[in-house]
């Protein structure tokens, strides 16, 4: 039933083809802040992160020799790229069903075998788009909780283990002083972006052209009265204050002071940390609470490991490998997809990561407050009921 003729169809190398085809899920912070791909030549990679500095060239007598300068700073770490490998299965119970969406009743005359052949073909296309949109938001998932965390956690089968780069990472924690918590509706957002703005420049030697909100932030900046006040005009001189849907999960808030405000609500289920269920939480790329500032012009890119191939082909370090092994005797067969990506941030002063409120609860309290007590006022106007 899984003959070698339709088997030979989905090769490593046939597949790969398809697979570029195939569209992907959502990639906004590989695609923005990790542009450049990197096929690795060993088993351990050595990344380099630079945390130069914009410094002059000095100047020197004509009568002396140039004078030695200090090379910029960076630091060297070696890591070796996790592996990421979902499998899925199809077995001849698999085939002998009808499929999602399949007519069996068309009036053709096709035989059994054809059909159960459509069905190989489609369920092989089918688990080849779910696993390669799984790896493509694990790879996400790896990108984002770097930016948020300065860690990117591995916990899986058979590993546990944590690429850490905290100890280089610039963070800010605005939440320890009430005068600059954004769950104190008064504070003044405008002059902390500028702050940000110019703390950037400093370090990365970049201009700040781009900031991602968590939903929390984003809610506190809607409910900011500095910005309500703003929001009574579509653009002022400050900036533009038109929201713009960039595409599913991603929204244009609007341009303040030159740097353009986004929001990324791409959600994935976390595999470790489960309900009262059993079930994974779902939640959201970027950190509710915090914000991520950056430049588009970032120099960063995900460095892709050596796979081994079992088929005899040797070693690969491209970022998705598609292969199909059959097992005639349970008349089963299984579809790997493999990829070792490591996320590098060339330039670790090209991100600061700053967490801006605490969550939901304070400014939904806060919220209700205030239509509470004009719900009470009308209540109090409100003609009673008579008691029974």
Partial sequence: ??????????????????????P???????DTFFKERVGATAEAVEVDF??????????VNMKVNGEVVERDSFVTDTYKPPLIAPEMIITVEDLQKRMAGETIYDGSASSGADRVNRRLGASQAKDLVEMRNSVTRRIEWMCSTLLCTGKIP????GVDQELDLSRYWNY??????????????EVDIFAQIRKWKRKFVSQSGLTCDIMIFGSNALDRLYANKEWKEQQKYIQTK???YQPKIQSEGLMLVGVVLGVEIYTYEEEYLDDQDL?????????QMIDVNKVIISSTQVSNKII?????????????????????????????LLQRLSSRPLPVPTNIDGFITATVCTGGDTLAAKSSGEGNQESEADSANAPKKASK
């Fill in 275 to 283: 309900d009262v269920l059993g079930q994974p939480k779902a939640k």
């Fill in 172 to 185: 800010q924690d605005l939440t320890q002083d009430p005068k600059t918590n954004w769950d104190n509706l």
């Fill in 304 to 332: 892709f490991g050596l796979l081994y191939m079992v088929d005899g082909l040797g070693t690969t370090n491209i970022p998705l490998v598609p292969e199909t092994f059959i097992d005639k005797k349970a008349k089963n």
């Fill in 154 to 157: 591995i916990k899986g089968k």
């Fill in 50 to 59: 630079y945390k130069g500095k914009r410094k002059l060239a000095p100047f």
């Fill in 1 to 22: 039933m899984l003959n070698d003729t339709l088997i030979s169809l989905y090769q490593p190398r046939q597949m790969l083809r398809a697979l570029q085809l195939l």
């Fill in 24 to 30: 992907a899920p959502l990639t906004f912070i590989q």
């Fill in 238 to 240: 400050l900036g533009d």
